[in-house]
Every structure is written in structure tokens, then in C-alpha cells.
């Protein structure tokens, strides 16, 4: 079983449409949470963060972490033609050695 | 505040040659992780510095190898380059470890 998981995708949806990207994990030594954003051709760009389950809110971006499930989701609202781009979650294990771990990425297209 | 910075962006390289890549972290950052991502195996660590020292290694082979600088600049080198070395190269760098990571646009090794 992988550390990380992510279904690639791909994933197209019409401008304004709910947008949600979900990772599953294996490990509950896991201590936090990311997603970012990668552009064509360009490097990761960080998002959003969180520590703990629940919600966190910025903008028309949502995190959610449920550690019972070992689950977590990102959700975009009302979403834009610049939203079209590979999502990655990453998830920091610290048990043994530290690192970080990312899943293989969601390609989502937005339709104008 | 600047952000990570890769040289250089684009390169083609022959099969058996070596590779030396840079990265400049963002200021005051003293960890850097270097990855390698491909369409097949997504975001791969390779290593992580820290003040000089080298604090953990993915599973890559010996030709893979890296340092840091007492300024935090790193580098990593590929020798006896491979076709299955094409990739991008992304440099990340943080306050210090177990902090969030920051990407910079990455490297793209070409080999032939």
C-alpha cells in the first residue's frame, strides 16, 4: 500500500462548478498536511497547510483533514479557468525518519 | 522576498555525462530538499540539507549526490546521466526542517 494516495485524474469540470480533491494516507504517524498547486512547466506552489482535523478556509479554498479516516480533501469553490492545474497533497511523517510525501497529483481542467 | 531559485532552467545532456544542478533558497532559509518529478512517478525525494548536512536520502541510486553551502546554496550532480534521468529537478527550502517547503520553477534534464 502506498504512502500516499491520489487519484490522478483527470478531472474536468464547467467554470463555477465545486471542485473536490481527495488524498488517503496509511500512516497515522503522519503530523501535517499541504496542498499545492503546480501550473505546466512550472514548480509546486504551496496553498494550503493545516496541522489538525477539521476545516480551514482561505478564500474559495477549503482544507479538510479527517485523521480518524486518514483522509483528506481540498475543495475549491465557484471554480475559474485559472484554477486548471495538477494539484498535489503532501502530508509530513515524522516516525523513525522525518519526511514528506506526495501524492502523484490530480490534473483538473476548468471550462469556461 | 525572493523565492528559490533554479539554474539552470533547461539543459540536454548525452547519455554517460554528469550533471551539476544549483539552488539559491530563499532568504534566511537554511533546509533544502532536492525531487525529482516525472509524468510516471510523481514528486521522488532525493535528499534533504541542513546546515551543511545531509539529514535524509530517498531511494535513488549513488550517482544522485548533493551538498549545501554555508551560505544554504545546494547542489546536486547526476553522474553517468541515463535516458531515465529526464526529468524536472525541483529545489524547496525552508526556515528549517519540518517546516513547510517552498518550490522553486525546477530544473529540466533532458538526456539523449
Known amino acids: 500500500q502506498k504512502e500516499v494516495e491520489q487519484d490522478p485524474g483527470p478531472l474536468s469540470v464547467p467554470e463555477g462548478a465545486i471542485v473536490s480533491l481527495n488524498c488517503t494516507y496509511s500512516?497515522?504517524?503522519?503530523?501535517?498536511f499541504m496542498w499545492y498547486r503546480q501550473y505546466s512547466r512550472k514548480g509546486p506552489e504551496l496553498l494550503m497547510y493545516?496541522?489538525?482535523?477539521g476545516n480551514k478556509e482561505d478564500g474559495r479554498f477549503t482544507a479538510q483533514v479527517d485523521k480518524s479516516s486518514k483522509y483528506i480533501s481540498l475543495f475549491i469553490r465557484d471554480s475559474q479557468p485559472s484554477d486548471s492545474a495538477t494539484y498535489l497533497c503532501?502530508?509530513?511523517?515524522?516516525?523513525?525518519?522525518?519526511?514528506?510525501?506526495f501524492g502523484k497529483g490530480t490534473k483538473l481542467t476548468v471550462n469556461p | 522576498k525572493a523565492g528559490v531559485t533554479q539554474t539552470p532552467r533547461y539543459l540536454i545532456k548525452t547519455r554517460g555525462q554528469q550533471v551539476t544542478l544549483s539552488c539559491s533558497p530563499i532568504?534566511?532559509?537554511?533546509?533544502v530538499s532536492w525531487y525529482q518529478q516525472t509524468p510516471g512517478q510523481g514528486l521522488q525525494f532525493l535528499f534533504e540539507?541542513?546546515?551543511?548536512?545531509?539529514?535524509n536520502k530517498g531511494n535513488f541510486p549513488g550517482r544522485f549526490s548533493g551538498r549545501q553551502f554555508s551560505n544554504s546554496r545546494s547542489e546536486m550532480n547526476v553522474s553517468t546521466l541515463e535516458l531515465g534521468d529526464s526529468a524536472l529537478y525541483l529545489c524547496?527550502?525552508?526556515?528549517?526542517?519540518?517546516?513547510?517547503?517552498?518550490f522553486g520553477e525546477g530544473s529540466w534534464l533532458t538526456v539523449v
Open positions: 524547496a527550502s525552508s526556515p528549517s526542517p519540518g517546516n513547510t517547503i517552498y
Open positions: 503532501a502530508i509530513y511523517y515524522q516516525g523513525g525518519s522525518e519526511k514528506l510525501v
Open positions: 532568504s534566511g532559509h537554511r533546509s
Open positions: 500512516n497515522s504517524a503522519f503530523q501535517y
Open positions: 493545516t496541522y489538525s482535523s
Open positions: 540539507y541542513f546546515s551543511e548536512t545531509q539529514r
